[in-house]
Nanobody, 122 residues
Framework: QVQLVESGGGLVQAGGSLRLSCVVS????????MGWFRQAPGKQRELVAD???????NYADSVKGRFTISRDNAKDTVYLQMNSLKPEDTAVYYC????????????????WGQGTQVTVSS
């Protein structure tokens, strides 16, 4: 059974930084494309960033230049470094995994974490 466990969320002031982590178990981590998604109240879940097994990254326009996704295959962990945070970044952030990159880009990856709340105050 695949499990994804996020951590690192919290409350931060605008302009601040947070680093999210997601540990994966029950799957061959290095085979998966990993993605970070977020869902704000009243809005649809959206892809924030994804990273291929080889380290190729992709970002939503709204976070380019501020967020960095990375992975450590030796630790079965994917990270999301979030800098220059804005109130509009407030959302529940989810880690997700799939071997098929098209499913990640279509926001329908196979496996999901439980989410971690990020709140940015103005």
């Amino acid at each position: 059974q695949v499990q994804l466990v996020e951590s690192g969320g919290g409350l931060v002031q605008a302009g601040g930084s947070l680093r999210l982590s997601c540990v994966v178990s029950g799957s061959i981590f290095s085979d998966n494309v990993m993605g970070w998604f977020r869902q704000a109240p009243g809005k649809q879940r959206e892809l924030v960033a994804d990273i291929s097994s080889g380290g190729i990254t992709n970002y939503a326009d709204s976070v380019k230049g501020r967020f960095t996704i990375s992975r450590d295959n030796a630790k079965d962990t994917v990270y999301l470094q979030m800098n220059s945070l804005k109130p509009e970044d407030t959302a529940v952030y989810y880690c997700a995994a799939d071997r098929n990159p098209f499913r990640v880009r279509a926001s329908i990856p196979r496996d999901w974490g439980q989410g971690t709340q990020v709140t940015v105050s103005s």
